[in-house]
T-cell receptor
Framework: GESVGLHLPTLSVQEGDNSIINCAYS??????FIWYKQESGKGPQFIID?????DKRQGQRVTVLLNKTVKHLSLQIAATQPGDSAVYFC????????????FGKGTKLTVNP | EAQVTQNPRYLITVTGKKLTVTCSQN?????MSWYRQDPGLGLRQIYY???????DKGDVPEGYKVSRKEKRNFPLILESPSPNQTSLYFC????????????FGQGTRLTVV
């Protein structure tokens, strides 16, 4: 069935380092992928998205990479800051199909000063 | 200010007592959805709506009902709550299809005893 998973449930980095958060998805029909950030006590917040006709998209300090061959998604955060500490979720959907949004279980990122 | 408003933020209720969690958005978004978030399980979609009077089941719809009579409101109804519905609930809305760039509410923590 459809599922989105993460390779690591926790990630700890030093302030200033780059962070890479990984995500595997299983539905080859998914054509739209999103990364969300959730801080403690708050709802998820959109970070960046990518459509299946792209393999890379850059935002401010964040980059998402999509490898459709191995069904893998990653979020790269440059110069990680303490404010980046949160749980990060990837999500997938098929905008041309059911449009259900399926979330991964999340990776907790901790930034050490 | 663009926002998704859920009420109540916290609710403790007893098994079998019908309840409604309201959700309202002020962004004229067409797509709205409800999620529950449980430890170790991440965010799971309960129901979603692509427009007024159009709703569809997500991954965990059992025990829940929704309605979409107006574009801005998408209430979640628990006709006969049970303890396994104790969870953190989030409502979200988005302009695009498939939940793209979704805005999430602050969450409703529900406890059913």
């Amino acid at each position: 069935g459809e599922s989105v998973g993460l390779h690591l449930p926790t990630l700890s980095v030093q302030e200033g380092d780059n962070s890479i958060i990984n995500c595997a998805y299983s539905n080859s029909a998914s054509d739209y992928f999103i990364w969300y950030k959730q801080e403690s006590g708050k709802g998820p917040q959109f970070i960046i998205d990518i459509r299946s006709n792209m393999d890379k998209r850059q935002g401010q300090r964040v980059t998402v990479l999509l490898n459709k061959t191995v069904k893998h998604l990653s979020l790269q955060i440059a110069a990680t800051q303490p404010g980046d500490s949160a749980v990060y979720f990837c999500a997938e959907t098929n905008q041309g199909g059911s449009e259900k949004l399926v979330f991964g279980k999340g990776t907790k990122l901790t930034v050490n000063p | 200010e663009a926002q998704v408003t859920q009420n109540p933020r916290y609710l403790i209720t007893v098994t079998g007592k019908k309840l409604t969690v309201t959700c309202s958005q002020n962004m004229n978004h067409e797509y709205m959805s409800w999620y529950r978030q449980d430890p170790g399980l991440g965010l799971r979609q309960i129901y979603y709506s692509m427009n007024v009077e159009v709703t569809d089941k997500g991954d965990v719809p059992e025990g829940y009902k929704v309605s979409r009579k107006e574009k801005r409101n998408f209430p979640l109804i628990l006709e006969s709550p049970s303890p396994n519905q104790t969870s953190l609930y989030f409502c979200a809305s988005s302009l695009g299809r498939g939940g793209s760039e979704a805005f999430f509410g602050q969450g409703t923590r529900l406890t059913v005893v």
